[in-house]
């Protein structure tokens, strides 16, 4: 190892260790965060902490009970449940459904949303010993299944009042957790899925699979967005046991290069696409090392993580979106717990 590497890995580590301490210091409960900031008085969670252009979504509440369930809060875990089942679950003589927002007029779900529903709840009820968590992640699963299950693969949504469900797959959707454990799935179809994303000509994925007319599709043709790109790349690692050979060196080149990534980038240039850099992209590219074993990048990545808004000492909760602020806190706590089963 050169001098320079060395002395790079030392900083590294140094300026974690002296984040740590200081945000340990100022340290605030994330649940008090969302209790005053983002919370409404049904337990709801807002997307922003604004009162207006609120809404309140599946998402939210699947990534909340992720991590409280990490951090082992049950209570709040319980309570989030009680939410989900008073907001969001409907209940057909032809299946259990979760709306992916509490609108009256909405008769559509979204799997990513039941896919992570669906996990926490059976991991929640084995932890806490409810079994009625466990019974409800296996309607909704059964519902899955039984309204979503194409050519093998769940497409993203069904409609139960037009019982019309959608004709593609987008791969940031996909979760190994639940698709692996489906009786009624073959993994191996998700392996192919992934593996025909890729291009050996451009470190991007393809986002979009339709099954009907199987075929890839690109959600924006001149540009990628990060967040999707770190979701599939994890489960291209999950499915493949193999990092994404393109993604994984343009992503370990731009950040030896830069030190930052942005939101966005533009497919034939490879630039950013977009000003801005987001909390979410560094907290999924720093799950995305660490599921990769990649110690170096992990750690730089988690450096980073702690110079996010939310970190500030005042932060402005009105301009920080909660998937930003709770992506951010759950890869804050996964490194914390150093649990490699997360």
Known sequence: MSKKRFFMILLVILLITILTLLFSYNKREVQEVIENNYKNDDNLIKNYAKNNQIEYLSEST??????????????????QVDSLKNNFIVKRSDGTYIKWTTSDQTTTNASVDDFRIIEVLRKGGKYFQEPDYVILANELEETLNSKQLTDGLIVDFYDWELQKKATTVHLSYINDQIIKGNARVDPADYQKLLAGSTNSQNPFF????????????????NTVNMIDQFMIAIQYLKFMNQVPPEFDQWVKQEWDTNGKLFGGYVKSTRTPAVPYESSAVYALAYLYFKQA??????????????????????????????FDYIWIETANAIYKTRDKTQ
């Open 206 to 221: 393809k986002e979009i699979y339709t099954v009907d007319k199987h075929s890839y599709l690109s959600a924006d043709k």
């Open 62 to 79: 699947g990534q909340y009970l992720y991590y409280l369930l990490l951090v082992k809060d049950e209570k709040e875990f319980k309570q």
């Open 293 to 322: 074993n990649e110690e170096k990048y992990a750690d730089e990545l988690y450096a980073m993580i702690l110079t996010q808004p939310s970190f500030d000492k005042n932060p402005d909760y009105s301009k920080i979106h909660f």
